[in-house]
C-alpha cells in the first residue's frame, strides 16, 4: 500500500465516521416527536448493507490491503442499525413492517454473499463476486435520496434533506473515489465516484432551495409584518371616528 493511498484511506474513514453520525440530529429529533414524520428508512437501510458488503470485502479473506475499509464499514454498520432500529420503534405500524421487511431483506443479502464466497465460489472468484455485490449496493445506497431530493424540488424545502449528510456524502464519496482509483479498485472507485457526483447534486438543490426557502420565509414574515400594520391602522380609524 504506497503512502498515498494510505493516507486517502485515513481521510476516507474520517468523513465516513462523519456520514455516519450526521444522521443522529435527524434521529433525535424522530424520537423527541415521536413520529417519523417525512423521513425515509430507505437510505439508512441501504447503508447497514453496503457497510456489512464492505467490511466483509475488506477482510484479508477476499481482498488484500483493504483493512481500512472494513473497520469503518464495521463502525458504520452498528451506528446505521441504531438509526434503523429508531425507525422501526416510531414508525406506523404499516410503515414497521415494511421497515422489518428490509431489515430481513438486508440481512439474507450479507449471509448469502458470505456462505457462496466462501463454500460456492474459488478463491480466485471471491474479490469479483463480493467486489460486483458491494459495489451495486452501494450504488443503490448513494442513489437512495433521489426520493428526498425529488420532495426537496416539489415542495421547494430542504427540511428533508439535511445539509450536513449531503456534505459528507460529497466528501466521503470523493475520498472513497480517490482511494480506490489509487488502488485500481473499479469495486470501490466506481459506485464512489457516482456518490461523489450525487452529493455534488444534493449540495447544489440545498443552495438553490435554502435560498428560496429564506426569501419565502421572509416574505411572509413581511407580510405578517404588513397585516399588522393595517390592522394598527384601522384600530386607529376606529378610535378616531368615535
Known amino acids: 500500500m504506497t503512502t498515498m493511498h494510505f493516507l486517502m484511506g485515513v481521510c476516507g474513514n474520517l468523513t465516513s465516521m462523519f456520514l455516519f453520525l450526521a444522521p443522529s440530529?435527524?434521529?433525535?429529533?424522530?424520537?423527541?416527536?415521536?413520529?417519523?414524520?417525512?423521513?425515509?428508512?430507505m437510505p439508512y437501510?441501504?447503508?447497514?448493507?453496503?457497510?456489512?458488503?464492505?467490511?466483509?470485502?475488506?477482510?484479508p479473506l477476499v481482498t488484500k490491503n483493504n483493512v481500512l475499509i472494513s473497520t469503518v464499514n464495521g463502525t458504520g454498520a452498528m451506528l446505521e442499525f441504531i438509526y434503523v432500529l429508531v425507525f422501526i420503534i416510531y414508525a406506523p405500524k404499516k410503515e414497521?413492517?415494511?421497515?422489518?421487511?428490509?431489515?430481513?431483506?438486508?440481512?439474507?443479502?450479507?449471509?448469502?454473499?458470505?456462505?457462496v464466497s466462501v463454500f460456492a465460489v474459488p478463491a480466485k472468484c471471491r474479490k469479483l463476486l463480493c467486489g460486483l455485490a458491494a459495489a451495486i449496493v452501494c450504488t443503490i445506497m448513494y442513489a437512495s435520496?433521489?426520493?428526498v431530493m425529488r420532495l426537496v424540488i416539489k415542495t421547494k424545502s430542504v427540511e428533508y434533506m439535511p445539509f450536513c449528510l449531503s456534505l459528507f456524502v460529497f466528501m466521503s464519496g470523493t475520498s472513497w473515489f480517490i482511494y480506490g482509483f489509487i488502488g485500481a479498485d473499479p469495486f470501490?472507485?466506481?459506485?464512489?465516484g457516482l456518490g461523489c457526483l450525487l452529493g455534488m447534486v444534493q449540495l447544489v438543490l440545498y443552495a438553490i432551495y435554502r435560498e428560496k426557502g429564506m426569501k419565502s420565509k421572509k416574505a411572509v414574515e413581511d407580510g405578517s409584518i404588513i397585516e399588522m400594520d393595517l390592522e394598527r391602522a384601522d384600530q386607529k380609524k376606529q378610535q378616531d371616528s368615535t
Request: include cysteine; charge should be positive; charged fraction near 10%.
Open 188 to 192: 470501490v472507485f466506481v459506485p464512489n
Open 145 to 147: 435520496p433521489l426520493s
Open 96 to 115: 414497521k413492517a415494511r421497515i422489518l421487511g428490509l431489515l430481513a431483506f438486508v440481512l439474507s443479502v450479507i449471509t448469502s454473499v458470505a456462505l
Open 45 to 59: 437501510a441501504m447503508t447497514v448493507l453496503n457497510c456489512l458488503l464492505y467490511t466483509w470485502y475488506g477482510l
Open 25 to 41: 440530529a435527524t434521529a433525535k429529533r424522530i424520537i423527541k416527536s415521536k413520529s417519523v414524520e417525512q423521513f425515509s428508512c
